[in-house]
Each structure stands twice: as structure tokens, then as C-alpha cells.
């Protein structure tokens, strides 16, 4: 058990914080003995448990500060001296307990990460009982964390963002995802502003001084993390219905920004109705009101007061290019999703929060892909999440999608993008591939219905995986849910005459050149592999359930070639020798699905950075590639670019390894063009990004950078002028070579807009200069007092991710590390380290621990943030130097031009 934290006491009014130490206050002689605090080590004690909630709020945006009242009903279930619950960064004015028909006064404490003790002056029975608080804490005006307000054209307006630990600098709580139980909420706003709420208002009373009471209805169970709440002078825009119940839809939007969201109107309702077929339940809230919040990192599945960044939402008409509708409908999709896993059924702590976030990531291909099959939507995501959760499980530091959260720390860090979302949903893909598509979605409405409005844990999840599929197929998926890192299988074939041929297989841990990570590890993984000759083919699946594993093949002859991943969907990294490889390669075109290509040119990478394969004979393969028709065949092999370093090479390779790119995908991108021409469907302008993108930013191809010189010149001078699907990535390869004009034009532009969407992506172009002095120019944005480093983050990821700019950039990073994430919430903390995963040397790496090590032990979220992007930094570095001759050796032999067409 922990040794207890110093306390701080206080007769009346406390002021609870996050501080680690704190020192009694000197006893009243006439008050009553108070026992010694004793906060719990993280989660609350269960004795003490919320049945309901009745909240009071006074918000008045323009204010500092904020005050409130919350009475609690609770079940106690062992005598008590002292309830601990949290409130943190707040002043209790009041604490009181009524048990047992008597009324307690009571003594708040603080303990450190914002836990709040009510220490009582008799023991409390058990039964049930009510906590009477009253408080008042700051208005966040800096982080976008628990309250905060954000000012529009001179105006503020009131937000909440809560998940997972901020809901206490809100209001006192017991803030935990397990305790799920309703909420009723009251506010005193003004009465010429907008109060909203997760559900519906039932009354509105005037009050003097120009104020307004308004009582929201009774909601039903939720945690703590989920309440939400808007106040500000909003405009509320009538959307109609949405759902089988006919839900109303409204969108809560700046004063004067109703006319941007006719896009989000019009395909909000298909959403929610796609989501609703798919667990054949109809939406389970009264009304669904879009809070449109001012910034993307705001974007959270509260019930019935769902919260969509501006990014996203705000579409001015005519700009509703095909990027900015996928990403709408792919949020909102996602959003929406975890009102069914996430709010109807909810992690009982945080280290289940995959529960919310994997299953969510996963049913976005599901609704999203029938929103707009021309899209490839599902396809798209399942085969990116798969590979940025295999990279991510290349570190020796990763962690589990089903992490430890036994500190603090561990619970800001369970929302990890590579796990908890991508690894998560690309695990699921193999399992339903395994099981077939109605079995996982009826085990999955199951799921839903048992666990309707209450709490559930892995060991919940892997019982009705179980009850449906088996225990061998729940025990495989616990192999991978609980494991950090991601399999290797590799397979000899053994052919002999007369007999079945047989594949021998083996597993490992897959480790990348580089890596202190022990191959000695093992999964129980479901397999299915293609082997065949010709156009001809079989597929065979089975469980590999040790190191080793023997399967026969279909058919009497031996195969001249085995995929050993067939569909694609294994979460595993096939090992392949040269010559099986080639084998495979030599297949035609048609005997492997989009999936099995774009599968086993991820491989091929894996084997890339294994040292398998040679990088000089992988890029051999390119060029093929570039010649697919599949748009992301052609991405991913253009993937495989990324191992190349040019600021390495020589000035006469550095040209010539960019005219090898610029020849393989110049000609594409220059018959498409910059603009989309009369008749282009989605198909055809979800090309022209990635072709472009390669040929002009990569390839530096003179015919493009021309003209997307021209096209920003001509939308400088008039927006309607350019189509707006060419004017981001335009503006991105005009500033490549830009001069002091240009940036300043795009810095007066950026003063002059009140638009955040349009002010991040004129800050995505300033990330993007190459001068030194303009770099410098733009990174001093960044610290300034003018902008919003909330708004200006784009700048130091886009010259910290390119080489050209790296150097400038980490030097800044150094000199104003401190400065940057005292203004931050540590999620954006762990961003900010991330970054420096970029680097790619070992004196780098050296420098990187011996600066942010000693800062971030000191703060939230930091450290694993830290680990993994020193290992990051080194792997990068071996690659680099392991493939540097190959890559060498390949340019003196590669092509000027190329057929790619």
C-alpha cells in the first residue's frame, strides 16, 4: 500500500489543486476531531458510490470564474469517516452530508491529481446518503481542458471537454468511467444567451439582473466524463430529424456561421440512420444537438450534445471539396458510433477504454463505407490502420491496446492513436474475417443489448466472444488485445511426390533492425493463406497456436507460389524470403485482391526494415506500382519511398533519385491537372492529391511547380478564382521556394481572418517554407503573444517532419520547450514530444534524452511519450544507415523516365 500524501485542510473554504504536498490548517479548539486523511492511491474506494446527480451552475462566459452547487445521492456500503471523491483547481464553500436523518458538516482536503476528501465528524452508516457541495472554479482560457471559453469575433463562448480526468475541474464529482448514473442539470446564464445540455431543456425562468435559469430533463445513466454543457451567444440552426425515433437536429454554431453547416445538415441524418442499421437499434436520445466547438481537438461523443470541431463542420458553400466531405462524414461517423459503444456501454475503467475507441475505429468502415461506396472508405482505413498499428508495434516500448492504468499517468496515456484506436480495429478486421461478417455483427448487437446502460470490462467482451465463437477464438483474441508487439509468421513449403505439399510455419515477435525487443514471443493467430499457380488458387485457414505449426494444402500438385496472408487481414507481418517473394510478385495481377497487394507491399517494407530485404532491390518494385489503377496500390508503394533519405545522399543522387519519382508519376499527375474538370466524380479527384503530392512535392516536377505557382498567385487575387480542391496543397508547393512576399501576404491573411479553418491552413503553409530566415520568421508565430499556439501547431510539425527544416526547428523546440508545454494539456504535451520522433540520428537521440528526460519526469503523460520517441529517433537511425549502400547502388543503375502513365 502507498504511503499516504500530505493534505491540506482548511476550516471553511478549501482550495482544491494539484499539488503533490500540503500542510493541515491549525485546529479550532472547539471543533471536533477530524480523523486523519487518507485519499486512495488512483481509483476511488467502491464503498462509497453515486445513484444521482443534481448540479447547479452559474456561467457567465465573459467571467473568470464560474460557481455551482451539486447534490449527490450516494450508497454507502461500510461505515465511513471520510468520502473521497475528485474536484480539482476549485474553491468548496460549503460541504455538508445527510445520513441517517442528521445533517454532517463536513472538512474538505485535497489530495495531489485532484481528489477530494469530505472529512465528517462521526461515522457515516451504511444506507444511503446526500452530499451537499458548493463551489467555484476558474474558467480555462488557455487549453481547451474541462471549462474553457474561446472568444469569436470579440464574442466568448463557453465549452466543456472532460475526457478522462477533467470533468472534476468542472465541478466535484467521483470522476470515474465506472460510475454511471443520471445527471440533472441546471444553469443560470444570461438571458439573451444559449444554454444547452446533453438533454432536453424543461424549463426556462427569469431571473433578475438579466439572467436566465435554465432545467435541463433528467439524462439517462452516464459518467462523468460525458456532461456537457454550452453557453454564449449562439446561433441554433433547425436541421430537422434525425433516426427511426425522428430525434430533432439542430447545429449550435458561432453567431453568424449558421450557413456553413448545409453540408453537415444535409448528411448528418444518413449517419446516424447507417448506425442505427447497423445494430438494428434506433438513437437513444431525446434530441441531437451539434455543439460546433472552436477547434478539432474538441470534437467528443457527449449524449445528445455531440461536440464537432470547426474544422470539420464548417463548410463554407462551394467549398465542400471531396477531403473536407470525407472527413465530416468519417468524425461524425465516429462521434456518433460510440453512443453506442461508449455512452449506451461504457468502460468500467480506463484501461478497457479500447472497448470505446477500438470497437468505434472499427465500426467507421462498416457505416461509413455504404455512406458513399465510390469512396473505398472501408478499405482505405482498415488497410492505413493496420499498418500505423504494425509500425507503431515495431517499438519495444509500445504498449498493449489493453493498457495498464495504475497511475495517473497511465490514464492520460490510454488513448493512444497507434493501440487503443488502430491496433484495436485492425484485430477486429482479422476476427471478423475469421468469423464472417453477420456472425461479428450479431455477436456485437449482443454485446450491446446484454450490457445496455451499464459498464462493462475486457473480461465482459472476451465472455460474449466467447458464448458466441468459442474459447479458442476469445483466447486468441486476448492473445493480441493483451500483448504488446505484433507477430511475424513465416512458412517453408515442403513439397514431396505423391503427397500433400505442407507448409511449415513459424512465429516471433517481429523486431526491426535496431530493436532491444525480444523475439521471443508468441500469439494464437488465425491464418488463412493463398497458394496457387498461375491464375489458379486455394485458400486454407487454420489456428497457429506455438512457435511452430504444420498445414497441408488443398490440391496434389505444389504450388509455385503461397501469400501468406491471404484477404489481407491478418494482424501479422508475413516473412518472406527473396525468392518467395518473387514467386509471389510473378503471380498475374488478378490472382490477389487490392487488399493482398496492398498487404504484401506492407510486408515487403516490414522486411525493409528487418534487413531481409535489401531497399535497393524493394524500389526495384516502384515503378510497377505507379502504374496500378488502384489509387492506394499506387500509395502504397509509394510508401516505400519514405525509407529513403535524400538529405543523405550526395547533390548528383539527391537529382537524380528526384527525377526517378518526378518521371514515375509526373506524366499521371500532369494529364489530371491541379483542377478538377467537368464530370470528375470522387474516383477520379481522390487521385489527384497523392499523384500530385509525389510529383511536385517529392519529385519537385518543374511543369507542376510552375503552375501551382501560378494557381496560388490567382487565388491570392480572387479565392473563386482557383477550384478549391487544388488551393491546400497549391499553397503547400508555392512555398517550398516561397520569397518574403508571399509569407507575408499569407501572415497579413492570417491577422485578417476570424476563420479557424482558413487560419490553420494558411498556418499549414507557413510550415512549409524552406528560406531560414522566413523558418524563423514563421516559428516565432509560434511563441508569440499574437496567435493561438493552439492555431500555429502546424507551423513546428511541418518544419520539424521535413529534413530540410529539421535542424532549425528542434533548435527552437529546445529554446522554447518550456515556454510551449506550460501552455498545454498533457495529451498535446505528449504531441509535442512525439515530434522529436522525427529525428532520424543518434546524436540526436542523445541530445533529445539528455534535455527532455529531466523534463519529462516531471510532466503529465510524458514519459512513455518520451520512450517511445528516443526509440523512434535510434530505429530511424539504424534503417538509415543499414540501407544507405543499396540505395546508392539502385540510383546508379535507376531510370531518368519512366512508362508510368
Same mark, same amino acid.
Given at each position: 500500500?502507498?504511503?499516504?500524501?500530505?493534505?491540506?485542510?482548511?476550516?471553511?473554504?478549501?482550495?482544491?489543486?494539484?499539488?503533490?504536498?500540503?500542510?493541515?490548517?491549525?485546529?479550532?479548539?472547539?471543533?471536533?476531531?477530524?480523523?486523519?486523511?487518507?485519499?486512495?492511491?488512483?481509483?476511488?474506494?467502491?464503498?462509497?458510490?453515486?445513484?444521482?446527480?443534481?448540479?447547479?451552475?452559474?456561467?457567465?462566459?465573459?467571467?473568470?470564474?464560474? =460557481?455551482?452547487?451539486?447534490?449527490?445521492?450516494?450508497?454507502?456500503?461500510?461505515?465511513?469517516?471520510?468520502?473521497?471523491?475528485?474536484?480539482?483547481?476549485?474553491?468548496?464553500?460549503?460541504?455538508?452530508?445527510?445520513?441517517?436523518?442528521?445533517?454532517?458538516?463536513?472538512?474538505?482536503?485535497?489530495?495531489?491529481?485532484?481528489?477530494?476528501?469530505?472529512?465528517?465528524?462521526?461515522?457515516?452508516?451504511?444506507?444511503?446518503?446526500?452530499?451537499?457541495?458548493?463551489?467555484?472554479?476558474?474558467?480555462?482560457?488557455?487549453?481547451?481542458?474541462?471549462?474553457?471559453?474561446?472568444? &469569436?469575433?470579440?464574442?466568448?463562448?463557453?465549452?466543456?471537454?472532460?475526457?478522462?480526468?477533467?470533468?472534476?475541474?468542472? *465541478?466535484?464529482?467521483?470522476?470515474?468511467?465506472?460510475?454511471?448514473?443520471?445527471?440533472?442539470?441546471?444553469?443560470?446564464?444570461?438571458?439573451?444567451?444559449?444554454?444547452?445540455?446533453?438533454?432536453?431543456?424543461?424549463?426556462?425562468?427569469?431571473?433578475?439582473?438579466?439572467?436566465?435559469?435554465?432545467? *435541463?430533463?433528467?439524462?439517462?445513466?452516464?459518467?462523468?466524463?460525458?456532461?456537457?454543457?454550452?453557453?454564449?451567444?449562439?446561433?441554433?440552426?433547425?436541421?430537422?430529424?434525425?433516426? !427511426?425515433n425522428a430525434a430533432p437536429l439542430r447545429f449550435i454554431v458561432p453567431r453568424g456561421r449558421g450557413a456553413?453547416?448545409?453540408?453537415?445538415?444535409?448528411?448528418?441524418?444518413?449517419?446516424?440512420?447507417?448506425?442505427?442499421?447497423? *445494430?438494428?437499434?434506433?438513437?437513444?436520445?431525446?434530441?441531437?444537438?451539434?455543439?460546433?466547438?472552436?477547434?478539432?481537438?474538441?470534437?467528443?461523443?457527449?449524449?445528445?450534445?455531440?461536440?464537432?470541431?470547426?474544422?470539420?463542420?464548417?463548410?463554407?458553400?462551394?467549398?465542400?471539396?471531396?477531403?473536407?466531405?470525407?472527413?465530416?462524414?468519417?468524425?461524425?461517423?465516429?462521434?456518433?458510433?460510440?453512443?453506442? *459503444?461508449?455512452?449506451?456501454?461504457?468502460?468500467?475503467?480506463?484501461?478497457?477504454?479500447?472497448?470505446?475507441?477500438?470497437?468505434?475505429?472499427?465500426?467507421?468502415?462498416?457505416?461509413?463505407?455504404?455512406?458513399?461506396?465510390?469512396?473505398?472508405?472501408?478499405?482505405?482505413?482498415?488497410?492505413?490502420?493496420? =499498418?500505423?498499428?504494425?509500425?507503431?508495434?515495431?517499438?519495444?516500448?509500445?504498449?498493449?491496446?489493453?493498457?495498464?492504468?495504475?497511475?495517473?499517468?497511465?490514464?492520460?496515456?490510454?488513448?493512444?492513436?497507434?493501440?487503443?484506436?488502430?491496433?484495436?480495429?485492425?484485430?477486429?478486421?482479422?476476427?471478423?474475417?475469421?468469423?464472417?461478417? &453477420?456472425?461479428?455483427?450479431?455477436?456485437?448487437?449482443?454485446?450491446?443489448?446484454?450490457?445496455?446502460?451499464?459498464?462493462?470490462t475486457s473480461e465482459d467482451f472476451a465472455a460474449t466472444l466467447s458464448a458466441a465463437a468459442g474459447p479458442?477464438?476469445?483466447?486468441?483474441?486476448?492473445?493480441?488485445?493483451?500483448?504488446?508487439?505484433?507477430?511475424?509468421?513465416?512458412?517453408?513449403?515442403?513439397?514431396?511426390?505423391?503427397?500433400?505439399?505442407?507448409?511449415?510455419?513459424?512465429?516471433?515477435?517481429?523486431?526491426?533492425?535496431?530493436?532491444?525487443?525480444?523475439?521471443?514471443?508468441?500469439?494464437?493467430?488465425?491464418?488463412?493463406?493463398?497458394?496457387?499457380?498461375?491464375?489458379?488458387?486455394?485458400?486454407?485457414?487454420?489456428?497457429?497456436?506455438?512457435?511452430?505449426?504444420?498445414?497441408?494444402?488443398?490440391?496434389?500438385?505444389?504450388?509455385?507460389?503461397?501469400?501468406?496472408?491471404?484477404?489481407?487481414?491478418?494482424?501479422?507481418? =508475413?516473412?518472406?524470403?527473396?525468392?518467395?517473394?518473387?514467386?509471389?510478385?510473378?503471380?498475374?495481377? !488478378?490472382?490477389?485482391?487490392?487488399?493482398?497487394?496492398?498487404?504484401?507491399? =506492407?510486408?515487403?517494407?516490414?522486411?525493409?526494415?528487418?534487413?531481409?530485404?535489401?531497399?535497393?532491390?524493394?524500389?526495384?518494385?516502384?515503378?510497377?506500382?505507379?502504374?496500378?489503377?488502384?489509387?492506394?496500390?499506387?500509395?502504397?508503394?509509394?510508401?516505400?519511398?519514405?525509407?529513403?533519405?535524400?538529405?543523405?545522399?550526395?547533390?548528383?543522387?539527391?537529382?537524380?533519385?528526384?527525377?526517378?519519382?518526378?518521371?514515375?508519376?509526373?506524366?499521371?499527375?500532369?494529364?489530371?491537372?491541379?483542377?478538377?474538370?467537368?464530370?470528375?466524380?470522387?474516383?477520379?479527384?481522390?487521385?489527384?492529391?497523392?499523384?500530385?503530392?509525389?510529383?511536385?512535392?517529392?519529385?519537385?516536377?518543374?511543369?507542376?511547380? !510552375?503552375?501551382?505557382?501560378?494557381?496560388?498567385?490567382?487565388?491570392?487575387?480572387?479565392?473563386?478564382?482557383?477550384?478549391?480542391?487544388?488551393?491546400?496543397?497549391?499553397?503547400?508547393?508555392?512555398?517550398?521556394?516561397?520569397?518574403?512576399?508571399?509569407?507575408?501576404?499569407?501572415?497579413?491573411?492570417?491577422?485578417?481572418?476570424?476563420? !479557424?479553418?482558413?487560419?490553420?491552413?494558411?498556418?499549414?503553409?507557413?510550415?512549409?517554407?524552406?528560406?531560414?530566415?522566413?523558418?524563423?520568421?514563421?516559428?516565432?508565430?509560434?511563441?508569440?503573444?499574437?496567435?493561438?499556439?493552439?492555431?500555429?501547431?502546424?507551423?513546428?510539425?511541418?518544419?520539424?517532419?521535413?529534413?530540410?527544416?529539421?535542424?532549425?526547428?528542434?533548435?527552437?523546440?529546445? &529554446?522554447?520547450?518550456?515556454?510551449?508545454?506550460?501552455?498545454?494539456?498533457?495529451?498535446?504535451?505528449?504531441?509535442?514530444?512525439?515530434?522529436?520522433?522525427?529525428?532520424?540520428?543518434?546524436?540526436?537521440?542523445?541530445?533529445?534524452?539528455?534535455?527532455?528526460?529531466?523534463?519529462?519526469?516531471?510532466?503529465?503523460?510524458?514519459?512513455?511519450?518520451?520512450?517511445?520517441?528516443?526509440?523512434?529517433?535510434?530505429?530511424?537511425?539504424?534503417?538509415?544507415?543499414?540501407?544507405?549502400?543499396?540505395?546508392?547502388?539502385?540510383?546508379?543503375?535507376?531510370?531518368?523516365?519512366?512508362?508510368?502513365?
Amino acid at each position: 500500500m502507498r504511503s499516504l500524501l500530505p493534505l491540506l485542510l482548511a476550516a471553511a473554504v478549501i482550495r482544491c489543486a494539484h499539488a503533490p504536498e500540503a500542510t493541515p490548517a491549525a485546529p479550532v479548539a472547539t471543533a471536533p476531531e477530524w480523523p486523519e486523511p487518507q485519499p486512495p492511491a488512483l481509483r476511488l474506494p467502491e464503498s462509497v458510490r453515486p445513484t444521482r446527480y443534481a448540479l447547479d451552475l452559474k456561467l457567465l462566459p465573459a467571467e473568470p470564474t464560474f =460557481s455551482g452547487s451539486v447534490s449527490i445521492d450516494v450508497e454507502v456500503s461500510e461505515a465511513a469517516r471520510q468520502i473521497w471523491l475528485h474536484g480539482q483547481d476549485m474553491e468548496i464553500s460549503q460541504a455538508r452530508v445527510e445520513a441517517g436523518g442528521r445533517t454532517l458538516e463536513a472538512r474538505a482536503v485535497t489530495a495531489s491529481e485532484g481528489r477530494l476528501g469530505l472529512l465528517l465528524p462521526e461515522t457515516v452508516q451504511p444506507g444511503k446518503a446526500r452530499i451537499h457541495l458548493a463551489f467555484t472554479g476558474k474558467v480555462d482560457r488557455e487549453r481547451s481542458q474541462g471549462l474553457y471559453a474561446v472568444e &469569436e469575433d470579440g464574442e466568448p463562448y463557453l465549452y466543456t471537454f472532460f475526457e478522462p480526468v477533467d470533468a472534476r475541474r468542472a *465541478f466535484p464529482c467521483f470522476d470515474e468511467p465506472g460510475f454511471k448514473v443520471p445527471w440533472t442539470l441546471r444553469i443560470t446564464a444570461k438571458e439573451e444567451h444559449v444554454a444547452l445540455a446533453n438533454h432536453p431543456i424543461v424549463s426556462r425562468e427569469k431571473l433578475p439582473d438579466g439572467l436566465a435559469r435554465v432545467t *435541463f430533463a433528467e439524462s439517462k445513466p452516464m459518467p462523468s466524463y460525458l456532461v456537457a454543457f454550452v453557453v454564449g451567444p449562439f446561433d441554433i440552426v433547425d436541421a430537422g430529424t434525425a433516426g !427511426r425515433n425522428a430525434a430533432p437536429l439542430r447545429f449550435i454554431v458561432p453567431r453568424g456561421r449558421g450557413a456553413e453547416t448545409a453540408y453537415a445538415a444535409s448528411v448528418t441524418p444518413r449517419i446516424v440512420s447507417l448506425i442505427e442499421d447497423y *445494430f438494428d437499434m434506433p438513437y437513444p436520445y431525446e434530441k441531437l444537438d451539434v455543439a460546433v466547438v472552436p477547434r478539432y481537438w474538441g470534437t467528443m461523443e457527449h449524449p445528445g450534445l455531440v461536440a464537432l470541431g470547426q474544422p470539420l463542420t464548417l463548410i463554407r458553400p462551394g467549398e465542400e471539396t471531396l477531403a473536407r466531405r470525407k472527413w465530416y462524414v468519417n468524425i461524425a461517423n465516429h462521434e456518433l458510433g460510440h453512443y453506442w *459503444f461508449g455512452n449506451i456501454v461504457t468502460c468500467n475503467w480506463w484501461d478497457d477504454i479500447w472497448l470505446n475507441e477500438s470497437l468505434t475505429s472499427w465500426l467507421d468502415r462498416k457505416t461509413v463505407d455504404p455512406f458513399d461506396t465510390s469512396w473505398g472508405f472501408g478499405l482505405e482505413q482498415s488497410v492505413q490502420s493496420a =499498418s500505423f498499428a504494425l509500425e507503431t508495434d515495431t517499438l519495444a516500448a509500445t504498449l498493449p491496446v489493453r493498457k495498464p492504468a495504475t497511475t495517473h499517468d497511465e490514464v492520460l496515456g490510454a488513448f493512444d492513436n497507434g493501440t487503443t484506436y488502430a491496433k484495436g480495429s485492425a484485430i477486429l478486421d482479422m476476427f471478423e474475417a475469421w468469423l464472417g461478417e &453477420e456472425r461479428m455483427r450479431d455477436l456485437l448487437r449482443g454485446h450491446i443489448k446484454k450490457n445496455e446502460w451499464g459498464v462493462t470490462t475486457s473480461e465482459d467482451f472476451a465472455a460474449t466472444l466467447s458464448a458466441a465463437a468459442g474459447p479458442d477464438v476469445a483466447r486468441a483474441f486476448r492473445s493480441f488485445i493483451d500483448q504488446a508487439g505484433a507477430p511475424r509468421v513465416a512458412a517453408e513449403l515442403q513439397c514431396q511426390p505423391g503427397a500433400p505439399a505442407k507448409l511449415k510455419f513459424t512465429q516471433e515477435r517481429y523486431v526491426p533492425a535496431g530493436s532491444t525487443a525480444s523475439k521471443d514471443q508468441t500469439w494464437t493467430i488465425p491464418v488463412c493463406v493463398r497458394a496457387g499457380s498461375g491464375n489458379t488458387s486455394e485458400r486454407t485457414c487454420t489456428m497457429l497456436t506455438g512457435a511452430t505449426h504444420e498445414l497441408e494444402l488443398p490440391g496434389k500438385s505444389c504450388p509455385s507460389w503461397v501469400l501468406l496472408n491471404a484477404g489481407g487481414t491478418g494482424y501479422y507481418r =508475413s516473412g518472406y524470403t527473396p525468392q518467395q517473394l518473387s514467386r509471389v510478385l510473378a503471380a498475374p495481377e !488478378r490472382a490477389l485482391t487490392v487488399r493482398e497487394h496492398l498487404t504484401l507491399l =506492407s510486408d515487403m517494407e516490414a522486411g525493409v526494415r528487418r534487413g531481409d530485404l535489401p531497399l535497393g532491390e524493394v524500389l526495384r518494385h516502384v515503378p510497377t506500382t505507379a502504374r496500378a489503377e488502384h489509387r492506394l496500390i499506387r500509395q502504397r508503394g509509394a510508401s516505400l519511398l519514405g525509407f529513403v533519405h535524400p538529405e543523405r545522399l550526395s547533390d548528383d543522387e539527391r537529382a537524380r533519385y528526384r527525377k526517378w519519382v518526378a518521371a514515375m508519376y509526373g506524366p499521371r499527375a500532369r494529364a489530371l491537372g491541379w483542377e478538377p474538370r467537368p464530370g470528375d466524380d470522387d474516383a477520379v479527384k481522390a487521385q489527384r492529391p497523392g499523384l500530385l503530392s509525389l510529383a511536385a512535392l517529392r519529385g519537385e516536377d518543374p511543369v507542376l511547380v !510552375r503552375e501551382a505557382n501560378r494557381l496560388v498567385k490567382a487565388w491570392l487575387a480572387d479565392r473563386k478564382a482557383v477550384h478549391p480542391e487544388a488551393v491546400p496543397l497549391a499553397l503547400v508547393v508555392a512555398a517550398r521556394n516561397g520569397d518574403k512576399a508571399f509569407f507575408d501576404t499569407l501572415v497579413a491573411r492570417a491577422r485578417a481572418t476570424e476563420d !479557424r479553418t482558413e487560419r490553420s491552413r494558411i498556418f499549414t503553409t507557413l510550415g512549409a517554407f524552406r528560406d531560414p530566415a522566413l523558418v524563423r520568421e514563421a516559428l516565432a508565430l509560434v511563441t508569440g503573444s499574437e496567435f493561438d499556439v493552439r492555431d500555429t501547431w502546424p507551423i513546428l510539425t511541418g518544419f520539424i517532419t521535413v529534413a530540410q527544416t529539421r535542424a532549425l526547428a528542434w533548435a527552437f523546440l529546445q &529554446e522554447h520547450f518550456d515556454a510551449l508545454a506550460s501552455r498545454m494539456r498533457p495529451d498535446e504535451v505528449a504531441g509535442l514530444i512525439g515530434l522529436v520522433g522525427t529525428l532520424c540520428d543518434d546524436t540526436s537521440a542523445a541530445e533529445a534524452e539528455a534535455f527532455l528526460g529531466p523534463r519529462a519526469a516531471k510532466l503529465d503523460n510524458a514519459p512513455q511519450a518520451l520512450t517511445e520517441a528516443l526509440e523512434s529517433i535510434r530505429l530511424c537511425a539504424a534503417s538509415a544507415s543499414m540501407n544507405a549502400q543499396s540505395v546508392r547502388d539502385f540510383l546508379k543503375k535507376a531510370p531518368a523516365t519512366s512508362s508510368a502513365r
